[in-house]
């Protein structure tokens, strides 16, 4: 059973509502029955390039009509969708089409020159196609008119040849995201049809999703936020999803109001940005049913700014790329500032001791574990990191520090492992230091996140450099954005003579913090 059989439910029940559209250029819309088409043919047509079931198909493109029909026709073959970020240099983009052995690539036809150095070196990888969404007639062109290598003959529209059933049961990989990690490199997150359908049912539930409902889509589709709790979620409800190609505070706030959107969903430097929008005040969003938080830390002053401005109590969940959703304030009842409210159905959760590993008590903060259908398969081709991501019994770590309230609301206070959210990515800082160390300058380094207004957290680097030579921190920035996303890299650099060690060697990141973020 794949997650896509309630899209395909949908299509049966209505085909003449607007699934997917884009508001800005190049204006795009389809109703569900076009887009059930369009996947059907997108997935002919990599059928036609070889992609077969449990095959990668790696897509690094913008938000764009292309990107969804890929994805879609991928895991309606049984194969495997491999979003990745369009921030990934080259260095970070070869890492991960050859961890993933990836058969099949689709770029973007403005990242050629960058991303054809690294092609000769990806054996596994079989063709790599360039696209350019703002020609979305090429893209037709280009699934209709290629010949069927069996007849020869330009593809009709006859059904695609069904994948076997094991190739979409709910424990085949569906979907793989890389993970950053505390050690080594970033990891991929095997994520099943099971994991999607558990998810995608619960959050239908609990939210109360609707037919009727009009979804604004801000955020990016490369991640568990966007593409399966967003874009999925009203996929799966039978609703319509107005997408904008790239977040625009003062657009977005025009079109919750002229479109009459009832679902809103982002992370807190979004929901920050609408509150610094001008005249925040003057739109009245009245009309939405459901704004949610996720991602990262809901702010209390975002919380209240939201009450005060839109009238509006965000809803704030929690959730992870290897678990999706975990826990959800409730949608009739409180929606706690600082909680992220309850486990959803099927979801269990336990606090435990950090050094024990024992099962804690009511209202002591412990280490956050869940269990459920909800939780990935593993990390692809990582066995040891995927058994020491769970404990003896079975349960996922999470890294999460909290505890449980008496009343059932779960309430998360920091985290065990060293982990930056920035605008709702995460950010590994040992994969920074890992880069910043590379520099002949650097003689030791400690990435560190601040806390600040506009990301939440900033990633700050504290260098210190070998006693003969000397760098700006311009240049170290300079260096950190050839080798890491933009996003990754440090947004400011702090020189220090030397960083401070414990009686072990290791440095001593809670005085830095202490130091430097509060000055
Ligand atoms: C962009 N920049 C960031 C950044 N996003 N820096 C740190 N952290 C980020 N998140 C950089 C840009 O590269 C640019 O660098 C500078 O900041 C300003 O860019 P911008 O144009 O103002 O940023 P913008 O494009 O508007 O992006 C901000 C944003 C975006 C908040 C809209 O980051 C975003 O969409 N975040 C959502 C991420 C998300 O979907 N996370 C879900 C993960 S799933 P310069 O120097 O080049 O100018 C997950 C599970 C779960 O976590 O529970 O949901």
Not at 158 to 174: G, Q, V, Y
């Amino acid at each position: 059973m794949s997650f896509l059989n309630a899209f395909t439910e949908n299509v049966r029940k209505f085909p003449d509502t607007i699934a997917l559209e884009f508001i800005d250029p190049p204006l795009q819309r389809l109703t569900y029955k076009e887009l059930d088409e369009q996947v059907n043919r997108a997935a002919k047509y990599l059928q036609s390039l070889g992609i077969q079931p449990g095959d990668r198909v790696a897509l690094q493109l913008s938000k764009c009509l292309e990107f969804i029909l890929l994805h879609l026709a991928t895991v309606r073959l049984g194969a495997i969708s491999l979003p990745l970020n369009l921030a990934y240099p080259p260095d970070e983009l070869k890492y991960f089409l050859e961890d993933s052995g990836a058969k099949l690539f689709f770029a973007l036809d403005s990242a050629k020159e960058k991303t054809q150095s690294i092609l000769p070196e990806l054996p596994n990888l079989q063709k790599c196609i360039f696209l350019d969404p703002t020609q979305p007639k090429e893209f037709q062109l280009l699934i209709t008119n290629y010949k069927s290598p069996i007849s020869n003959s330009p593809v009709s529209n006859s059904p695609i040849s069904n994948p076997p059933c094991e190739a979409s049961s709910p424990s085949s990989t569906a979907v793989i995201i890389y993970t950053s990690g505390t050690t080594g490199r970033p990891k991929g997150a095997e994520i099943t049809h099971g994991n999607l359908i558990s998810n995608l049912q619960s959050l239908h539930e609990v939210w109360g999703w609707q037919a009727d409902d009009i979804l604004l889509h801000v955020l990016p589709i490369f991640h568990v936020h966007g593409l399966f709790v967003a874009l999925h979620g009203a996929l799966h409800a039978g609703a319509t999803t107005l997408l904008m190609r790239e977040f625009d505070a003062q657009k977005t706030l025009q079109t919750l109001v002229e479109r009459r959107c009832t679902v809103f969903m982002a992370v807190p430097t979004i929901h920050n940005r609408l509150l610094d929008a001008p005249n925040a005040k003057n739109f009245d969003l009245s009309h939405l049913r459901l704004i949610t938080s996720g991602s990262d830390r809901l702010p209390d002053e975002v919380f209240t700014g939201f009450q005060q401005t839109f009238g509006h109590t965000l809803l704030e969940r929690y959730g992870m790329t290897e678990t999706g959703m975990n826990c959800s304030n409730p949608l009739h009842g409180e929606r706690r500032i600082g909680s992220v409210g309850h486990p959803l159905p099927g979801v269990e959760v336990r606090f435990v001791d950090s050094e024990s590993r024992a099962s804690l008590p009511t209202g002591e903060i412990g280490e956050l574990e869940i269990r459920g259908p909800n939780i990935f398969k593993g990390y692809w081709n990582q066995p040891d990191k995927t058994s020491a991501s769970f404990s003896a019994d079975g349960w996922f770590k999470t890294g999460d520090l909290g505890y449980l309230e008496a009343d059932g609301y779960i309430t998360l206070c920091g985290r065990s492992k060293d982990l930056i959210i920035s605008g709702g990515l995460n950010i590994y800082p040992p994969e920074v230091e890992r880069v910043l160390v590379e520099h002949p300058a650097v003689a030791a380094c400690a990435v560190i996140g601040c806390p600040d207004r506009e990301w939440g957290e900033k990633v700050t680097a504290v260098v210190a450099l070998k006693k003969t030579e000397s760098v700006s921190g311009e240049e170290l920035m300079r260096f950190c954005r050839e080798k890491l996303a933009p996003y990754k890299s440090p947004k400011s650099i702090v020189f220090k003579d030397e960083l401070p060690r414990n009686a072990m060697g290791k440095v001593q990141k809670a005085e830095l913090r202490k130091e430097i973020c509060s000055g």
